[in-house]
């Protein structure tokens, strides 16, 4: 079955740089990778969706890639703020499958 | 618009009680997942209910049931509680199958 596996348990960042958080999947390429952010207590809220033959997705500061050859999506937030201080979760699912979630990976972004 | 909304926010049962979540779709989502979630984990996928047809099912026990009703709203059902199923418990709902997913607020289940 699939495994997603997210490296880093935790990530401290400067106010301002580019934050790169990684996600590898383990078997088969999955059709879609989703990026969700978790604060402390709540429910995920759901960031971007990347499909296989996508590259690469952008959404305002944030900016999403799809590397099949590697097995890997890297997720980056520029110009990173306090308030992007949460976890973040990578997540794949293909067709009917449900969604398998990795660990996370909790960012601080230090002013 | 009302997002997902479940109830109730937090629960605190005992060993070998019973317990019933419920989750309220966003309105004209057809399809509802359950995730369990413990501390320092990532949502583990337990059923998905698409037109009030159970679509997918996690690796869990058969304690653990669930239904969607004919509005989409949804009931995760957990007989026989154990310690272990203390978790925050997780409902989402999506517009299909393998789409993005709009999850609740989550309740949190204490079994004691």
């Known amino acids: 079955s699939q495994k997603i596996e997210q490296n880093s348990e935790a990530l401290n960042i400067q106010e301002g740089k580019t934050a790169t958080l990684t996600c590898n999947y383990t078997n088969y390429s999955p059709a879609y990778l989703q990026w969700y952010r978790q604060d402390p207590g709540r429910g995920p809220v759901f960031l971007l969706l990347i499909r296989e033959n996508e590259k690469e997705k952008r959404k305002e500061r944030l900016k999403v890639t799809f590397d099949t050859t590697l097995k890997q999506s890297l997720f980056h937030i520029t110009a990173s703020q306090p308030a992007d201080s949460a976890t973040y979760l990578c997540a794949s699912n293909s067709g009917n499958t449900p969604l398998v979630f990795g660990k996370g990976t909790r960012l601080s972004v230090i002013a | 618009d009302a997002g997902v909304t479940q109830s109730p926010t937090h629960l605190i049962k005992t060993r070998g009680q019973h317990v019933t979540l419920r989750c309220s779709p966003i309105?004209?989502?057809?399809?509802v997942s359950w995730y369990q979630q413990v501390l320092g984990q990532g949502p583990q996928f337990i059923f998905q209910?698409?037109?009030?047809?159970?679509?997918g099912r996690g690796n869990f026990p058969d304690r653990f049931s669930a239904r969607q009703f004919p509005n989409y709203s949804s009931e995760l059902n957990v007989n026989a509680l154990l310690l272990g199923d203390s978790a925050l418990y997780l409902c989402?709902?999506?517009?299909?199958?393998?789409?993005?997913?709009?999850f609740g607020p989550g309740t949190r289940l204490t079994v004691t």
């Open positions: 989402a709902s999506s517009s299909g199958l393998a789409t993005e997913q709009y």
């Open positions: 309105s004209g989502h057809k399809s």
């Open positions: 209910y698409y037109e009030k047809e159970e679509r």
